[in-house]
């Protein structure tokens, strides 16, 4: 069964500065994605990682996939207060039509 | 183009009291899903139809039915509302054609049980 691990839940942290959110996936997964969430808003695309080293990058968001290590991150960079959100990574396995998330982080970015 | 639609976007019900969220999509998508989201808890997936006329029970299936009425449409119901179904709803439906999977979300219903 594959479960998808985020870390950390809560991250807060000052504008300008650096941070990466990890995500864990317990079994092989053949896509793994990046949604964003405004408060009381829907969940919105940011990345779609198709395959071993894949790398996006979106402004100050850049995500990348090792699936050996079963692993992606989302790495912000000199952050803004506009990218406070809860941010999700899903996985999904073998072709599978569901998607598994994880918990979600959610980043306050403070001035 | 719309895309995911959903209604109502808020609802109070009684316990017990039974209702149907509707859900369509105009992107001739053909698989569809809904998902509940609940604090720390991520999004679960309640049921998904990969297409018109096919239903499957996801991760939390216990007390919702749905009903995939044409490809553009999936709505998800509940028969004796409880408390424990406060929640946020969410449809989403994938794109089929490019092998990349992805799913977009409606714009979600809060439903609070009394």
């Known amino acids: 069964e594959l479960k998808v691990e985020q870390n950390p839940l809560f991250l807060s942290m000052q504008e300008g500065k650096n941070y990466t959110i990890y995500c864990n996936y317990s079994?092989?997964?053949?896509?793994l994605y990046w949604y964003r969430q405004d408060p009381g808003k829907s969940l919105e695309s940011l990345f779609v990682?198709?395959?071993?080293?894949a790398v996006k990058q979106e402004g100050r968001l850049m995500a990348s996939l090792d699936t050996k290590a079963r692993l992606s991150t989302l790495h912000i960079t000199a952050a803004v207060h506009d990218l406070s959100a809860t941010y999700f990574c899903a996985a999904s396995q073998g072709g599978s039509e569901k998607l598994v998330f994880g918990k979600g982080t959610k980043l306050t970015v403070n001035p | 183009n719309a895309g995911v639609t959903q209604t109502p976007k808020f609802q109070v019900l009684k316990t017990g009291q039974s209702m149907t969220l509707q859900c369509a999509q105009d992107?001739?998508?053909?698989?569809m899903y809904w998902y509940r989201q609940d604090p720390g808890m991520g999004l679960r997936l309640i049921y998904y139809s990969a297409s018109e006329g096919t239903t499957d029970k996801g991760e939390v299936p216990n007390g919702y039915n749905v009903s995939r009425l044409n490809k553009r449409e999936f709505s998800l119901r509940l028969e004796s509302a409880a408390p424990s179904q406060t929640s946020v709803y969410f449809c989403?439906?994938?794109?089929?054609?490019?092998?990349?999977?992805?799913?977009?979300f409606g714009p979600g219903t809060r439903l609070t049980v009394l």
């Open positions: 992107m001739n998508h053909n698989s």
């Open positions: 990682l198709l395959s071993n080293g």
């Open positions: 079994t092989t997964s053949d896509r």
């Open positions: 989403a439906s994938r794109d089929p054609g490019t092998g990349v999977n992805e799913q977009f």
